[in-house]
């Protein structure tokens, strides 16, 4: 039976009345949502006496909880137990009551008051590193040293970890249960992630035998392939071996061929532990890279252990090499819970192929033709199957919407997201929808898609598993803006929104950590030599997250890049996502299939962001009605880089 909403007529009336004067008239009270963020500067100033003048001017406000937790977090030297508790019940299962009680826990744990901690301990399931430091530390007081085997695979990061964990590893290298082998793993996981700092302090704090000693770090830091070439290291003893290893790291990232050159005169020299892990790095470095030798230098680094992003990278080299024995061999070498990545589902079927194994090609290419995703796509036109959206589910009724916007979250919701406190007004969001049915899941997105939370509507419609409505996961905001911007370059709509629902999720005024604006999310360089290009004398930065004009410069842009990178989109995305010089600098030696090509993209967030955008133009061209054209025609193949190289100069 479909899961449905109660509801009551008083209910709904009065749901649909908030939501009515949330949407369309002037909000009532704008003084107290003054007050509220007059509140919230308090608090980030940390301004106890101004956030307590302001407090009883909020009582009733729809944001009330939100003062109240700020007071709490500024006052835990002050306030009793019970009114922590108090408000962590009324706020049970809400964002302010996980976070304030993650806070109070590394505060009583900081000043030792590990009686309350310990009360408070088993009501959280944060999984934050830091507490999950204090909290061995409080069960080893209770239960000795054996609490310390819970913090040790914390020590297995190549990132820096709070000062809490510091006193558990060093019980644990006092105890032996941290060995030299397994500082020496974070030592090379530190140093893989370009975390230096961490990796020459665990280097100088190895037992006297493996110590690396300060000033050799620093000769190496300074030309780590010249340190290679010069071959100045003790190869005889651990410490030579190991800076060695951290010499090859530091210098095949910037020159894989000639960190390899210098290697392959070492290695020979070194255990074979050592020298397949050297091996292993360099080979990683260099597919990542585009070095054309990089799926051979793989073969040497056979039997060296591998992490998953050198396995994935292992995969691509095979596919910039157009190998796909080596494609099938690779796959079939990973950790079981990495090769069912749809990536690596999808090119184990196409080395199938390659090899002559039809059916197996066949079952796997069904099963990912079930997925709406970049893969699913390819593996559905691979079965030759036509391209096709599930049956939109019944919409859910107006009672049900006005039910949903009645609930006291989904309100902070609306009104987080009006005042611009998008990341809060997102972390209000999620526990509402937290293993929710599918028939929730569309009533909050619809509802979502009334208030102009698109981005809300569009990641909610895509968490369905049985019942979808495809309108709401690929919505069309702005359509005379985008018709008309694509008109005018000549560019399809559907690539236009397409790139929007992927870079901005419609949120017209939204601003990146990088400064990219808008729809289309513009840099201010971009756009004031887009409006150069067009002799858009009037053009002022104020102007650039508006609708019209953001989509405008969007489309000229996008129709630049296409016309300098042969007309090919995955191109064009990558470039607009990358830049235009690194999307040239990435085309392959010899003409590569797309989807391999996209699949070797160099950078994490850009290969998956063309995925994305190519996915979503399918989609786009179906919701605007249009016959959509296959996405390996799309893809095409990639050629090497050609005349239009140099037409790219200049461009941002």
Not at 53 to 77: C, I, S
Not at 473 to 496: C, H, I, M, N, W
């Amino acid at each position: 039976m479909p899961f449905r909403l109660p509801v009551t007529t008083l209910a709904c009336a009065l749901a649909l009345a908030i939501l009515g004067s949330t949407t369309f008239a002037p909000r009532a009270g704008a003084q107290s949502d003054a007050d509220f963020l007059a509140a919230k500067a308090a608090y980030d100033k940390a301004d106890r006496v101004a956030l307590d003048a302001l407090a009883p001017r909020l009582a009733g406000h729809v944001l009330e909880p939100y003062v109240r937790y700020w007071q709490l977090r500024l006052r835990f030297d002050v306030t009793d137990a019970e009114a922590l508790r108090a408000f962590l019940a009324r706020e049970a299962g809400g964002p302010l009551a996980d976070e304030l009680r993650v806070a109070w826990l590394k505060w009583l744990a900081a000043r030792g008051q590990w009686d309350t901690f310990g009360e408070e301990l088993p009501k959280t399931a944060s999984e934050d590193v830091e507490l999950a430091c204090y909290a061995a530390q409080y069960r080893r007081q209770r239960e000795g040293d054996a609490a310390l085997a819970a913090a040790k695979p914390l020590w297995f990061t190549g990132r820096s970890l709070p000062d809490a964990c510091a006193p558990l590893f060093d019980a644990l290298i006092a105890n032996g249960d941290l060995t030299t082998a397994d500082r020496i793993a974070r030592l090379r996981l530190a140093a893989a992630a370009g975390n230096t700092r961490l990796a020459q302090a665990l280097g100088t704090a190895l037992p006297p035998r493996e110590r690396i000693a300060e000033r050799d770090f620093a000769r190496v830091d300074r030309d780590p392939l010249a340190a290679l070439n010069k071959a100045e290291f003790v190869l005889k003893q651990p410490p030579g071996r190991e800076l060695a290893l951290y010499a090859v790291e530091r210098a095949a990232r910037k020159d894989p061929q000639g960190t390899r050159a210098a290697w392959v005169r070492l290695r020979p020299l070194l255990p074979e532990a050592e020298r397949l892990y050297g091996n292993g790095r360099i080979a990683f470095h260099a597919a990542r890279q585009h070095v054309a030798d990089a799926n051979l230098w793989y073969r040497e680094a056979a039997g060296a252990p591998l992490s998953d992003e050198q396995h994935a990278w292992r995969v691509r080299a095979a596919l910039r090499a157009q190998d796909m024995g080596d494609v099938a061999a690779a796959i079939d070498a990973m950790p079981a819970a990495l090769a069912q990545d749809p990536a690596w589902r999808y090119w184990r079927a196409r080395a199938y192929a390659a090899d002559g194994r039809a059916e197996d090609a066949k079952r796997l290419h069904g099963e990912l033709a079930k997925e709406y995703h970049f893969y699913g796509l390819l593996s559905a036109e691979a079965l030759g199957l036509p391209f096709a959206v599930p049956a939109r589910a019944a919409p859910p009724t107006p009672e049900e919407i006005a039910t949903f916007g009645a609930r006291p979250a989904v309100m902070r919701v609306v009104r987080l997201a009006r005042l611009d406190m998008r990341m809060e007004s997102l972390r209000e969001w999620i526990p509402v929808l937290r293993n929710a049915p599918d028939d929730l899941l569309l009533v909050a997105a619809e509802f979502a898609r009334q208030q102009g939370l698109h981005d809300r509507a569009i990641n909610t419609a895509d968490r369905t598993v049985a019942r979808h409505d495809f309108t709401l996961r690929y919505l069309t905001p702005y359509k005379p803006q985008f018709a008309a911007a694509a008109s005018g370059q000549d560019v399809d709509e559907a690539v236009l929104f397409a790139i929007a629902r992927q870079e901005s999720r419609f949120i017209a005024d939204i601003v990146s950590s990088a400064g990219a604006q808008g729809l289309m999310q513009i840099m201010p360089a971009t756009a004031r030599w887009i409006a150069k290009q067009m002799g858009d004398t009037g053009y002022k930065p104020s102007q650039i997250t508006d609708p019209e004009l953001n989509a405008r410069y969007g489309a000229f842009y996008f129709r630049h890049l296409l016309d300098r990178l042969d007309n090919q989109p995955a191109l064009a995305a990558a470039a607009y996502n990358a830049g235009p010089g690194r999307a040239q600098a990435w085309r392959p030696a010899a003409p590569l299939e797309g989807a391999a090509w996209v699949e070797t993209i160099p950078f994490n967030e850009t290969r998956d962001y063309v995925k994305k955008v190519l996915a979503n133009l399918m989609f786009y061209e179906h919701a605007l009605g249009r016959p959509a054209k296959p996405l390996a025609t799309r893809l095409a193949t990639v050629a090497p880089r050609g005349a239009n190289g140099n037409a790219l100069a200049g461009t941002p």
